[in-house]
């Protein structure tokens, strides 16, 4: 379809879901484990920086999702759906 090829293509969404998923699965247990040796310092301070990391390298997830659907006219479900699971 001669059309098609003026859209943008669908950005890898469900990738990036994933991703995400990654990354907040990445902080929950940097942040149960910087709880558990509360009493530590330096493993607590060790621990909430891996948060930290993993937060932040979440944030960057939601941005790149957010210029995907800028860019992407037809999304593989609904604009609204994706701004909620990310």
Partial sequence: MLFSKFLPREGNFFEMFNQHADRIVEAAHAFSNM???YSDVQ???AFNREVDNAERAADRITQEVNRALHK???????RDQIHSLI
Wanted: charged residues 30%; neutral net charge; glycine residues 0%.
């Fill in 35 to 37: 709880v558990a040796n």
């Fill in 43 to 45: 493993k607590r301070e």
């Fill in 72 to 78: 992407t006219f037809i999304t593989p479900i609904d």
